[in-house]
C-alpha cells in the first residue's frame, strides 16, 4: 500500500504562484510514475502533470505547459508541482497519484486509469 499526502494549496490572486507538495509513504518501488490531476467545479478531472520516475521525464497536459514543473526528490519521497503565472481556470481539487502506468507512460501518463494509488486532494483557488 501507498499513501499519499498533498499540501501547500491555497487561495491566491492571478498571476501568483504556488508549490504543491505530495508526500509517499509505504510501498513506493512498484510505482514507475506519479503524477498530478485536478478536477475543477463542474468539470472533468483531468491530468495535468505526471513523472516517469526511474529517469525523470515529464509530461504535461497543454493548458499548463510552459506555466507548470512537475518534479521529484526521491530522497524525500516527495513530488513537487511548481505552478507559475496562475489564472481562475487553474482553480480546482489538485490531486496526487502514484501508479505502474501499465500499457506505456507516453501513452497513459496522464490517464486517472493509469494510477493505483491517490491522495486527499489539496484546494487551489484563484481569483482574478
Known amino acids: 500500500q501507498v499513501q499519499l499526502v498533498e499540501s501547500g494549496g491555497g487561495s491566491v490572486q492571478a498571476g501568483a504562484s504556488l508549490k504543491l507538495s505530495c508526500t509517499a509513504s509505504?510501498?513506493?518501488?512498484?510505482?514507475?510514475?506519479m503524477g498530478w490531476f485536478r478536477r475543477g467545479p463542474g468539470k472533468e478531472r483531468e491530468g495535468v502533470a505526471t513523472i516517469f520516475t526511474a529517469d525523470g521525464d515529464t509530461m504535461y497536459a497543454n493548458s499548463v505547459k510552459g506555466r507548470f514543473t512537475i518534479s521529484q526528490d526521491n530522497a524525500k519521497n516527495t513530488l513537487y508541482l511548481q505552478m507559475n503565472a496562475l489564472n481562475p481556470e487553474d482553480t480546482a481539487m489538485y490531486y496526487c497519484a502514484a501508479g505502474t502506468c501499465a500499457g506505456g507512460w507516453w501513452s497513459v501518463g496522464l490517464s486517472s486509469y493509469a494510477y493505483n494509488y491517490w491522495g486527499q486532494g489539496t484546494q487551489v483557488t484563484v481569483s482574478s
Open positions: 509505504g510501498y513506493t518501488g512498484s510505482n514507475n510514475c
